[in-house]
């Protein structure tokens, strides 16, 4: 990676002082501000209204207490947040993460990457994230409802269509937003199905909503084998995670004519070299929510690595899907090593600083998260569209227009690459057409 530039170092060292302990948002910071150098050489007027400084800085911050009980009737408390980042172009629109790994730096890394993401998708959303430490492993239906409906007696009174609207994120899928719409509801009496998005289709959820991220970012690499006039036919690929980004990019690499061998949770890999049984995936973990690990009980040939690392497992396209920092320097060598030509991330900041700068160096196609998994948040704005019009849309319709963005910041961020010097890196192109929107609609609004 680059060098932040001298007018921009002091604004770097500035946030590490006022954000003290918060590794992830530091490092997304940095990694936007090593692009931004070019930018502010052609934009004067961004250093003189101070739009870095300003970006940097979340325009509200919100943190709150979730108490709830345990079946056993035991008092829980938890940490609930609301980062809402930036509202130059929309309303706050970001996910809920519920993670036991949850705390603000995390939840501030993905506020941040957000923005610039929707930005990207040339739709109407500012951004914002939110979460919470609860951990939904191992609780049942009843005391996810209960902490679910907790955390929105909360968080009912920051959200809204026209203010922030909530979708989901590690942990957070269909029935935590049922749980939390239901209970939003309740408490304002009003049907108001533009304030979350990722709802069930019978009360005002998209069509594709489910498989946006999953298809979105396959879309994108498709797009980037397209640039170096290659596919997917007959690629080996490895998919991290087998949460719901996993395994919708594993259908539609499957349905573009890839072969998926492997994929993972936090406990292990499993391997299937035959190509993965993708209907087996989705009963066990959408419909029984069990672990990967179960796989095997089924597929007696396919081998479950406990502890494993997937990026060990040689393949030409390699889809982080699961976490922050999934793929470090040594990863990322042992995949350029064993023949990967191209990386899609669904996750985001799956790859820490070390091991972008060996895909880049490599020349490899490396399509960095806010713009290879903008499909998740982009349908989430044509779920509000649908909402405000009072419409549902056909799921041919609705892919098409999914494929339609896609396609479109896949060619926004090469071309801007390639105006900006740097042909071929994905990352300086998204970091700058992200950004530069965002800062002239800040520009033209004040000081606020
Ligand atoms: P899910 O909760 O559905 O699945 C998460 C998957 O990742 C699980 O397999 C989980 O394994 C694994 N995982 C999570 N945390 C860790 C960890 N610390 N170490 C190892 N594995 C981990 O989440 P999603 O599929 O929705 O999200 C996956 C990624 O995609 C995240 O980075 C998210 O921010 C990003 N994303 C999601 C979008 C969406 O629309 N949902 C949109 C854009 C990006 P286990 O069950 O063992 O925890
Ligand atoms: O990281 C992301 O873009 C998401 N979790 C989806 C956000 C959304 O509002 O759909």
Not at 218 to 224: A, G, K, P
Request: hydrophobic share 35%.
């Amino acid at each position: 990676m680059g060098q932040v530039d001298e007018k921009i170092e002091g604004m770097y060292q500035e946030v590490l002082k006022r954000n003290p302990g918060e590794t992830e948002f530091h490092q997304a910071v940095l990694e936007v501000l090593e692009s931004l150098g070019p930018v502010v050489a052609k934009h004067p007027e961004f250093l003189e209204r101070k739009i870095i400084q300003r970006i940097c800085e979340p325009e509200r911050q919100i943190i709150f207490r979730v108490p709830w009980q345990n079946d056993k009737g035991e008092v829980q408390i938890n940490r609930g947040f609301r980062v809402e980042f930036n509202s130059a172009l929309g309303p706050y629109k970001g996910g809920l993460r519920f993670h036991p790994s949850v705390y603000l730096g995390i939840i501030k890394f993905l506020g941040f990457e957000q923005c610039f993401k929707n930005s990207l998708t040339g739709l109407p959303i500012g951004g914002g994230k939110g979460g919470s430490d609860f951990d939904p492993k191992g609780k049942t239906d009843d005391e996810v409802m209960r902490f679910c409906q907790s955390f929105m007696t909360e968080l009912y009174r920051h959200i809204g269509e026209h203010t922030d609207v909530p979708a989901g994120d590690i942990g957070v899928g269909g029935r935590e937003i049922g749980y939390m719409f239901g209970q939003y509801k309740r408490i304002t009496n009003r049907y108001e199905p533009g304030v979350l998005t990722g709802k069930g289709l019978t009360w005002g959820g998209s069509l594709v909503r489910t498989e946006a991220t999953g298809y979105g970012a396959t879309f994108f690499v498709n797009e980037m084998l397209k640039a170096r006039k290659d596919s997917f036919d007959g690629k080996i690929c490895t998919v991290s995670g087998s949460g719901n980004v996993a395994i919708y990019t594993i259908e539609k690499i499957t349905q573009l004519g890839g072969k998926c061998v492997a994929c993972s949770d936090s406990n292990g890999v499993i391997y299937d070299e035959k190509g993965l049984d993708l209907d087996l995936i989705k009963q066990l973990k959408e419909v029984e929510r069990r672990r990967i690990q179960d796989y095997t009980a089924t597929h007696k040939h396919a081998k479950y690595i406990a502890k494993g690392n997937i990026w060990e497992i040689p393949c030409q396209v390699a889809m982080p899907s699961a976490t922050q920092n999934e793929i470090n320097g040594k990863d990322a060598a042992t995949l350029v090593k064993n023949g990967c030509i191209a990386v899609g991330e669904g996750a985001n900041m799956p790859t820490t600083p070390e091991g972008v700068k060996v895909f880049l160096d490599a020349r490899i196609a490396y399509g960095p998260g806010k713009a290879a998994n903008a499909g998740g948040v982009a349908t989430s704005a044509l779920e509000m569209q649908q909402n405000a019009g009072r419409d549902s849309w056909t799921f041919e319709y609705t892919e098409k227009k999914l494929e339609d963005i896609m396609i479109n910041i896949h060619s926004n961020c090469y071309e801007t690459a390639e105006e900006y010097g740097a042909p071929g890196n994905y990352v300086l192109g998204a970091n700058i057409c992200g950004f530069i929107k965002i800062a002239n609609a800040m520009v033209a609004h004040g000081l606020v």
